[in-house]
C-alpha cells in the first residue's frame, strides 16, 4: 500500500469538525484518488460560496486568504488548476490574480454570436423590467450569460424565480439557480460542460472538484460515473437543500473548509514526492 493510500485517515482526522465533515456513508477520502500522483491531477473549483464568501454585493466578494495561499502553492503540484465561474475572466482576473490558474468565465460560454447577444440582451431588459418590484434585485450583464442577484432581498426569491422562467420559456436561454443568484445563460454553455473540456485537454488520472451550487453538483454526479478516481467537495449553506451533494465525498463549511482540505493535500502530497 502506497504512502498516499496509508495517510488517508490521518489527512481528514486532523481537520477541524466544524470544518471538514464526512458525508453519511463515507469514512475516508477515497485510496483510488490520493494513490494518483499529483502531476495527474486536475484540481476545479466554482469561486463564489466556495473560494470567496458569499456577500450582498458581488463586486466585494474577495476570495478568503487561506484558499488563494493555498492555490498557489498547489498549481506546481498538480496537471492543471481551474476555476470555473458564471463571473466573467475580466472578473475573475482581477478578483483571484493567481500565476498558472486557468479561468473559465461565464461557465465556459465563449464567443457569442450575434443572434445569441440579441437574445441575451432582449432578456436583460425583460428582466431589468421585472426586478424593478423588489429593491435591491440587481441584473448583471455579461458577454455571454445574465446574472439575477438577489443576494440583498433575499425575499423575493420565489417569486423573482418564477417570473424568470417565464422569462426563459421557450428561448434557447437556460437558467440556473444559484446561491442569492439566478443563472440565465445559453443552453450550450454550463459547467458541466466546460468541464469535459478541461478532462479531454488534460487527460487527468484524478480529478478534484469543489463548489457550492447546483450546477457544481451535477458536474460531482457526472464525475462519479466517468471511471476516473475523484474527490468532489460540496459546500454546507442556508440556501442549498442537505440532499443536493448526496454525492459529494466531502462536505465542507465554505472557503475555510476548503483552504484546510487544500492545505491538508499539499502537505501530504509534498511527503510523498
Known amino acids: 500500500m502506497s504512502a498516499l493510500v496509508r495517510d488517508t485517515e490521518t489527512m481528514t482526522r486532523g481537520l477541524k469538525p466544524d470544518r471538514f465533515v464526512i458525508t453519511p456513508g463515507s469514512t475516508h477520502i477515497s485510496p483510488a484518488f490520493l494513490a494518483v500522483p499529483p502531476r495527474e491531477v486536475l484540481i476545479a473549483s466554482d469561486y463564489d460560496g466556495t473560494i470567496a464568501p458569499i456577500v450582498d454585493d458581488p463586486a466585494?466578494?474577495?476570495?478568503?486568504?487561506?484558499?488563494?495561499?493555498?492555490?498557489?502553492?498547489?498549481?506546481?503540484?498538480?496537471?492543471?488548476?481551474?476555476?470555473?465561474s458564471g463571473r466573467s475572466e475580466r472578473s475573475l482576473g482581477r478578483l483571484l490574480p493567481v500565476p498558472g490558474v486557468i479561468l473559465v468565465g461565464e461557465n465556459g460560454g465563449g464567443e457569442v454570436s450575434p443572434d445569441e447577444r440579441a437574445r441575451l440582451r432582449?432578456?436583460?431588459?425583460?428582466?431589468?423590467?421585472?426586478?424593478?418590484?423588489?429593491?435591491?434585485?440587481?441584473?448583471?450583464?455579461?458577454?455571454a450569460s445574465v446574472s439575477v442577484h438577489f443576494r440583498a432581498s433575499p425575499i423575493a426569491s420565489a417569486e423573482l424565480k418564477r417570473g424568470l422562467v417565464g422569462l426563459v420559456?421557450?428561448?434557447?436561454?437556460?437558467?440556473?439557480?444559484?446561491r442569492r443568484v439566478f443563472d440565465v445563460q445559453l443552453r450550450r454553455a454550463g459547467k458541466l460542460r466546460s468541464m469535459s473540456r478541461l478532462i479531454r485537454e488534460f487527460k487527468p488520472g484524478a480529478v478534484f472538484y469543489a463548489g457550492d451550487s447546483r450546477d457544481d453538483a451535477r458536474v460531482q454526479r457526472c464525475l462519479a460515473r466517468l471511471g476516473v478516481p475523484a474527490l468532489?467537495?460540496?459546500?454546507?449553506?442556508?440556501?442549498?437543500?442537505?440532499?443536493?451533494?448526496?454525492?459529494?465525498?466531502?462536505?465542507?463549511?465554505?472557503?475555510?473548509?476548503?483552504a484546510d482540505l487544500l492545505r491538508r493535500l499539499i502537505r501530504l502530497w509534498g511527503s510523498n514526492l
Open 60 to 84: 466585494l466578494a474577495s476570495p478568503f486568504v487561506g484558499v488563494v495561499e493555498q492555490l498557489k502553492a498547489i498549481v506546481p503540484l498538480v496537471r492543471a488548476v481551474a476555476i470555473i
Open 122 to 143: 432582449d432578456f436583460e431588459r425583460r428582466a431589468a423590467h421585472l426586478a424593478e418590484r423588489w429593491p435591491g434585485v440587481v441584473v448583471e450583464a455579461k458577454a
Open 169 to 178: 420559456a421557450g428561448s434557447s436561454l437556460a437558467m440556473v439557480e444559484n
Open 232 to 258: 468532489c467537495a460540496g459546500m454546507a449553506s442556508e440556501e442549498m437543500p442537505a440532499r443536493l451533494f448526496r454525492g459529494a465525498d466531502v462536505i465542507l463549511d465554505g472557503p475555510a473548509g476548503l
